[in-house]
């Protein structure tokens, strides 16, 4: 079992930044990916940024020179640095941990982040 706890989600005005932490505890060793989803109202559930087997990154292009991924192994801790935020990327973001099978797919309650214009 593995567990994810987020934290770091607000309000916070176009332009702005925010910081999402998701602290990792359990068995992570079998775990391939490592990243976070997030939710708008209304739209289905989207990758934001991943990565996979501890070494390469994914992120949505939505995202891509905004936001940044990041884990400190030390602290089991996982990160997204988000920057030059924008009214659209209001939703709730998802730490999640697992293989890409839904029975080996792990997620936090989620944090929700909101943009104002």
């Known amino acids: 079992q593995v567990q994810l706890v987020e934290s770091g989600g607000g309000m916070v005005q176009a332009g702005g930044s925010l910081r999402l932490s998701c602290a990792v505890s359990?068995?992570?060793?079998?775990?391939?990916?490592m990243g976070w989803y997030r939710q708008a109202p209304g739209k289905q559930r989207e990758l934001v940024a991943i990565i996979i087997n501890g070494g390469s990154t994914n992120y949505a292009d939505s995202v891509k020179g905004r936001f940044t991924i990041s884990r400190d192994n030390a602290k089991n801790t996982q990160y997204l640095q988000m920057n030059s935020l924008k009214p659209e990327d209001t939703a709730v973001y998802y730490c999640y941990a697992g293989n890409f099978i839904p029975t080996e797919d792990y997620w936090g309650k989620g944090t929700l982040v909101t943009v104002s214009s």
């Open positions: 359990g068995s992570i060793f079998s775990i391939k990916g």
